[in-house]
């Protein structure tokens, strides 16, 4: 998955999947007398499959048509499927931890257990919460309805403690054209809806949504006390709407190359002027000068509507701007305040935009708030009790086959030139690698838990996480950080680092079975470590260098050669329609499209590395090949509520599940072999010379 995080610049993640050595790993026995898969008889849902289905008409129905059919989506959950299974094991196990904590007396607890569990208490002690009423938030209410000029204003925006957001995003990351410092990155931001496709694509299903978050928009600002809280709504929804128009649509915004754009403080008031930038960085509590005195270059992502916005902050009135940083700070601090706040939030941000009905029950809600603000912390927990070195061996071998099957087919490539083939080798042999949990814990010593001020510790968590970044941003860069949390159900690729990472939460079951059948993992967790590699290899990625520079290594006939398939596997993308009149965007999913493409293929020549010139055994009638593609269908069983499917469509870089299994093997050569009885006319079938081949 494509996404630029809020502090870590450029990073590649691949969402709710999986997925330079030379070691082989030895095929297992699927049916072991002692250890048996989790999916029994050998890894695959057999259940779930309806062989009524041609695998050429649709090999995603075919791996999960009866599972689709009967599946029902949770209440409380916009989606369903293996990755739901998935996080829901990974959030009791814990929800378990928390409350073996709690259990113990607190003199046997570590300082940094006690923060854990304390934290846990002010998030799920509700009555304490609504007798405390908006009193935490007060002072920081008071503070937005008191600033009395832009300036001010800016400065708001910019406290990492509040998370008010507004037209201009700020985060701490590593200068992609010098990956061996930190960079402070700025980015457009400011809307309250998914993407600026909400207030500006012309849909009926989107006016409901518009004219929900109207509605939204004034019950918050009554809650703050506000008079004429309809028309006030109004005016945010208007500046709102006016920050979407200036906005980069989502297909530009992954350009690496056009977002890049280092200017100086001082270059930044000439190109913008209307904007406060001294007041900005003062808000945020970074220097526009370098240790070495040195003005510093700010990375500028979407350059050309930094003038926009800032003509509308310098426009807009300072009363709107106070009830749009209400709003902003109501929505943020929704899940700790009072139980109004949290209902209506979520009646709007959950209900409205992603089909839930149901709000997730609060003990698991406290988990994943341990997750995102203490991560490390937990994730020591997890992995002593989940996450076995034998896992972490054999997730190891895996990727070192992905790794030489990589090797073998870049030195086989029939459109690569020499000249590019060398650096593109060189660039795999430099891949660093994470996998499990980190080598150094994170130091939680100077984060401040209470149990009886909610507010106040998430306060202190943002700005601890603030803080510990921006105390090192004249240092040289830590790259042995973790960009995700070991209990994490995702994976991904790093360009600055020129790294794949896999947390442990991933490396579970069904994703990954040490007892499965070897297939079966090399289809589930082996495509999404292949996806990973590929990722430094997709149109976005192959941009940086073995070291993680932001350079061009490619002569131009294989660049223009590159580009050229690519664009022919977006035009194939860009004819789906999951739902009625929203197509896939194949410029957005690009990325994503190249990673599972070239993931699947390359998973499935290390399948066959790992088989060491044996031969695959035959399984309940189906081959070795076989059961590595139902595996990787299977990987995607998923199915989403509209409003969800509809904010992907509109803004996220993943194409949906169904397309990410079908869009994908109809270009795979071995699919169709694996297949014989695919036949010319079924609805995924392609020609030869129609097929999109790359890695």
Do not use: C
Not at 67 to 88: A, C, D, F, M, Q
């Amino acid at each position: 998955m494509d996404v630029r995080m809020k502090f870590w610049s450029n990073l590649l993640l691949a969402s709710v999947l999986l997925g330079s050595a030379s070691a082989t790993a030895e095929p297992s026995s699927p049916q072991s007398a002692t250890a048996q898969p989790a999916v029994p008889p050998w890894g695959v849902y057999l259940d779930d499959m309806d062989r009524s289905v041609k695998p050429g008409d649709d090999f995603f129905l075919y791996a999960n048509g009866a599972w689709v059919k009967t599946s029902v989506i949770p209440p409380e959950r916009s989606y369903n499927g293996v990755n739901l299974e998935l996080n829901k094991q990974n959030e009791e196990r814990l929800k378990g931890i928390v409350s073996e904590l709690r259990s113990r007396d607190s003199a046997s607890l570590s300082a940094e257990e006690k923060k854990l569990r304390d934290l846990y208490t002010a998030f799920t002690e509700q009555k304490r919460i609504e007798a405390q009423g908006l009193a935490p938030a007060q002072a920081d209410l008071a503070r937005i309805a008191h600033a009395k000029s832009l300036p001010e204003i800016a400065a708001l925006m910019a406290d990492p403690a509040l998370e008010l957001d507004g037209p201009i995003g700020l985060y701490i990351g590593v200068n992609d054209k010098n990956p061996n410092e930190y960079s402070l990155n700025l980015y457009q931001s400011g809307l309250g809806m998914p993407d600026r496709e909400y207030y500006l694509r012309k849909d009926k299903e989107l006016d409901t949504t518009r004219a929900a978050y109207h509605k939204y928009l004034a019950t918050m600002l009554r809650f703050s006390g506000a008079q004429n809280a309809g028309k006030r709504a109004d005016a945010i929804y208007a500046l709102e709407l006016r920050i979407a128009q200036a906005h980069w649509p989502a297909a530009e915004r992954r350009d690496a190359d056009k977002t890049y754009n280092p200017l100086t403080v001082a270059a930044l008031e000439k190109y913008a002027p209307l904007f406060p930038w001294r007041s900005y960085l003062t808000g945020a509590s970074v220097s526009e000068k370098a240790k070495s005195g040195a003005d510093r270059a700010l990375i500028v992502a979407e350059k050309s509507a930094f003038p926009k916005l800032a003509k509308i902050f310098a426009e807009t009135p300072l009363p709107v701007w106070r009830d749009y940083l209400t709003v902003r700070y109501l929505h943020s601090f929704a899940a700790y305040l009072p139980k109004k706040f949290d209902d209506t939030d979520f009646a709007f941000h959950g209900t409205v935009l992603q089909g839930k009905p149901q709000q997730l029950d609060r003990f698991t809600r406290g988990a994943q708030l341990l997750d995102s603000s203490m991560g490390e912390a937990l994730g020591k927990l997890y992995v002593a009790k989940y996450f076995p070195p034998e896992a972490k061996a054999k997730a190891q071998l895996l990727v070192a086959n992905l790794l030489k099957a990589y090797d073998e087919s870049i030195k086989t490539l029939d459109w690569m030139t020499p000249a590019t083939r060398e650096k593109a080798l060189d660039k795999l042999h430099h891949y660093m690698l994470k996998i499990g949990y980190p080598d150094h814990w994170r130091d939680y010593s100077a984060l401040e838990i209470s149990a009886d001020n909610l507010v106040q510790d998430v306060k202190n968590a943002n700005m601890f996480e603030w803080n510990r970044r921006a105390r090192r941003i004249d240092q040289p860069v830590d790259k042995a950080e973790w960009g995700m949390s070991p209990p994490t159900n995702n994976a991904y690729y790093n360009p600055t680092f020129n790294e794949i990472v896999f947390p442990a939460g991933i490396l579970q079951p069904p994703f990954f079975d040490p007892n499965a059948d070897d297939a079966v993992n090399y289809g589930g967790i082996g495509a999404t470590i292949g996806h990973e590699i590929s990722h430094g290899f997709d149109d976005q990625g192959s941009k940086y260098d073995a070291n993680g520079v932001l350079r061009n290594w490619w002569t131009d006939a294989d660049r223009k050669n590159f580009d050229t398939r690519t664009a022919a596997l977006a035009k194939q993308y860009d004819q789906y329609e999951p739902l009625s009149g929203i197509h896939i965007n194949g410029k957005l999913t690009l990325g994503e499209n190249i990673a599972d493409l070239a993931g699947l293929v390359i998973a499935l020549k290390a399948y066959h590395i790992s088989l060491n010139g044996k031969p695959a055994p035959v399984i309940d009638g189906y081959t070795g090949d076989q059961r590595f593609y139902i595996s990787y269908s299977q990987s995607w069983r998923e199915k989403y509520r509209d409003g969800l499917l509809r904010e992907r469509l509109l803004s996220n870089p993943h194409s949906p599940p169904a397309y990410r299994v079908n869009g994908v093997v109809r270009n795979d050569d071995g699919w169709y072999a694996a297949f014989p009885e695919i036949k010319a006319g079924e609805k995924y079938y392609l020609p030869p010379d129609q097929r999109v081949r790359l890695w």
